[in-house]
């Protein structure tokens, strides 16, 4: 039943952006004939949501589910492409796919696959097009839509990049196009995965500060961050809380905050990023501290995966987090063009981008 202003019934499960796989639960028209049953479910790719339907693609085609018979639609990681450990069985761009709902942008469009992200500028990952998959026209083509939408918002056009450890640029057929029409790419970064019973296992038996967690995003937590790095109030505190549940942790020496961390839970895995420690708290297992913590949290909720993304030249993060179970699993580069070069950003060891 539907409300008088046409929208969707009371109590609606929420669902996630178009693009997201899922699972989707509705009622049947009628019992199965054989089995009586009065719900069924429909796994694939959300591709549509209005107030009177949602649109899954699922491997026979799409299929299209009447919004008032939805009783509850959760999002699903995609299909292992390979054998082996689940944080290391998605393909690239899979779990390229996974990372965009655990570091949400504030404004998102679809091209084809490919997803346009913009938060106001902060940070490279909300601001540039995840190109996972086909973009549904020519790579010049897309890119000059890409061009277009980042003017529109008086943004540098960006591109985000992702391939194998090590991979080649100019060997990629989009690389090549954006190298040519004069993009500047940053230093590249490592996506990394771990099982977080590995994390929790070569967690350290004691540290020298508490650790807290919650799922509020409070003002000492964000006072904190924005210490270190550039954070306008507005697009950063929508990315932060943007997932579908983030939990933020902080490190107390004495009453005073020595270090942060957040984790972003998404397609059942879960994100770590926003980690942070003061320079007088360094060495003494602060990051670390607050990493168990984040993948105890990521326990409870029944995650069994994280990934987190660090640049390839940070050798003090990427110590801490192979340190902690962490394998490189991909590589990606954002790429901008160049006459609106970024500005560097402020480093920090243990922090994750």
């Known amino acids: 039943m539907q409300t008088p202003e046409g929208g969707p019934p009371p109590h609606s499960p929420t669902v996630p952006t178009a693009g997201t796989r899922v699972v989707v639960r509705h009622r049947l028209p009628a019992p199965d004939a054989l089995t009586g049953a009065t719900l069924t479910d429909v796994v694939g790719v959300l591709v549509h949501a209005d107030d009177e339907h949602l649109l899954v693609r699922t491997r026979r085609g799409e299929v299209g589910v009447p919004r008032a018979a939805v009783t509850a639609v959760k999002e699903v990681p995609p299909t292992p492409s390979r054998r082996g450990a689940p944080h290391l069985a998605l393909s690239v761009e899979d779990l390229q796919r996974v990372m965009v709902g655990a570091w949400p942008a504030v404004e998102t469009e679809h091209l084809g696959d490919w997803l346009l992200r913009a938060a106001d500028g902060f940070t490279h990952r909300a601001n540039s097009v995840m190109t996972a998959g086909d973009p549904g026209r020519t790579l010049a083509e897309a890119v000059d839509v890409v061009e277009d939408w980042y003017r529109a918002r008086s943004l540098p056009p960006a591109l985000t990049l992702a391939g194998p450890v090590g991979f080649e640029l100019a060997g990629d057929p989009l690389g090549a196009l954006l190298l040519a029409r004069r993009y500047h790419p940053r230093v590249p970064t490592t996506t990394l995965t771990a099982a977080v019973a590995t994390v929790l296992e070569v967690a350290p038996t004691s540290s020298a500060v508490a650790v807290t967690t919650s799922t509020r995003l409070s003002d000492t937590w964000f006072a904190a961050y924005e210490g270190y790095r550039e954070a306008p109030a507005g697009p950063a505190r929508a990315v932060l809380t943007g997932s579908p549940e983030q939990v933020f942790a902080t490190a107390t020496d004495g009453g005073r905050v020595v270090g942060v961390g957040r ?60 340190g902690a179970g962490f394998v490189p699993h991909h590589e990606y580069v954002t790429l901008t063009l160049a006459r609106h070069r970024p500005a560097g950003r402020v480093r920090e060891p243990s922090s994750c981008r």
């Open 263 to 322: 984790l972003g839970v998404a397609a059942t895995w879960g994100g770590v990023a926003a980690m942070w420690v003061d320079l007088s708290a360094r060495r003494r297992g602060v990051a670390r501290a607050l990493l168990t913590a984040l993948a105890d949290e990521a326990h409870r909720r029944g995650i069994r995966s994280l990934h987190l993304q660090t640049d390839t030249d940070n050798a003090a993060a990427q110590a801490l987090y192979r």
